[in-house]
């Protein structure tokens, strides 16, 4: 499809630190949501056509105001909330 060439996992998050985004594949994410002192973590399967197309824009940095990310980021932010 659309991910060739694309190695996943990839890391977005949005400018403001709240939400961070790990792209698994084409079709899956996984997103963590900040909350005031507390996080909300959850996967996403993207069965619908607007869950599709926010990966894609994702992937293509076409959604407004978020950034690239990495592992390590991601990965502190699990370990920080417990999730």
């Known amino acids: 499809m659309f991910n060739k060439g694309i190695d ?3 890391y977005r998050k949005l400018s403001n630190d709240k939400v961070f985004v790990r792209i698994n594949n084409d079709r899956q994410f996984d997103e963590v949501q900040i909350i ?3 996080a909300r973590f959850h996967t996403v399967e993207a069965i619908q056509y607007p869950e599709i197309l926010k ?11 978020y950034l690239e990310s ?9 370990k920080r909330y417990s999730l």
């Open 8 to 10: 996943f996992p990839q």
């Open 36 to 38: 005031g002192k507390k």
């Open 70 to 78: 990495n592992e390590k980021e991601f990965k502190d932010l699990l």
């Open 55 to 65: 990966i894609i824009d994702l992937l293509s940095y076409e959604m407004e105001g």
